[in-house]
């Protein structure tokens, strides 16, 4: 069901296309896997249309390989060489600080969190991308390194028809209700629960 149907049509004045090209907020929250990866299934289809695509990783050790950011930067070469798809920018907000918290200290961490929130903030401002992925950013707002409502009041403030997922568990209440879109990923079964470690190829 690519387009859908809604259930109901809010008397809000606008007419079909302009609610269907609303720019979107989605958070994909929850303890199950897979939150990330369907943010960056969200990208690739954002790309495919030739949208501008920004990821900004929050707590994933700047060391850590994924294979998505490969994935993308072969993307964004396809782009530049060849004019397909979308732009695309891969950053990871800080050098060595992981969801482990065990490297540096938590003012390192704040600053790093911080600084990267500043940039995005600054990018949004200036309709810098079409479509972003703020990965694991819940974290840094749970641990209060960036300020809630000041997130909330840039990304439901943001100007043009700029898309922009979230990902992380224990998405703040204020970001769920500001959000347009809120999939809590479930967890049924694990291979963790049976001591089988992450795999090449499903988790990185």
């Known amino acids: 069901m690519p387009q859908g149907q809604p259930l109901v049509v809010p008397a809000d004045g606008l007419t079909t296309r302009a609610r269907r090209n609303a720019p979107l907020l989605a958070v994909h929250t929850g303890p199950g896997k897979g939150k990330s990866t369907a943010a960056f299934g969200m990208a690739l289809r954002a790309w495919n249309q030739g949208f501008d695509i920004g990821v900004f990783q929050f707590v994933k050790s700047a060391k850590w390989k994924v294979g998505e950011e490969a994935a993308f930067r072969r993307l964004g070469e396809l782009h530049d060489e060849h004019g397909v798809g979308g732009a695309v920018e891969w950053h990871k907000m800080g050098s060595g600080w992981s969801w482990t918290r065990k490297q540096g200290d938590d003012v390192d961490h704040a600053a790093a969190a911080a600084d990267g929130w500043t940039e995005i903030a600054r990018r949004i401002a200036e309709q810098r991308h079409d479509f972003y992925v703020l990965d694991e ?56 629960d049976a001591g089988r470690k992450g795999q090449r190829g499903i988790e990185w």
């Open 137 to 192: 950013f819940t974290y840094p707002l749970k641990w209060g390194w960036v300020d809630v409502g000041e997130v909330v009041d840039v990304l439901a403030s943001r100007p043009g028809q700029q898309h922009v997922v979230v990902t992380g568990r224990d998405a703040p209440a204020a970001l769920i209700d500001a959000a347009d879109l809120v999939t809590e990923m479930t967890k049924v079964k694990h291979p963790m």
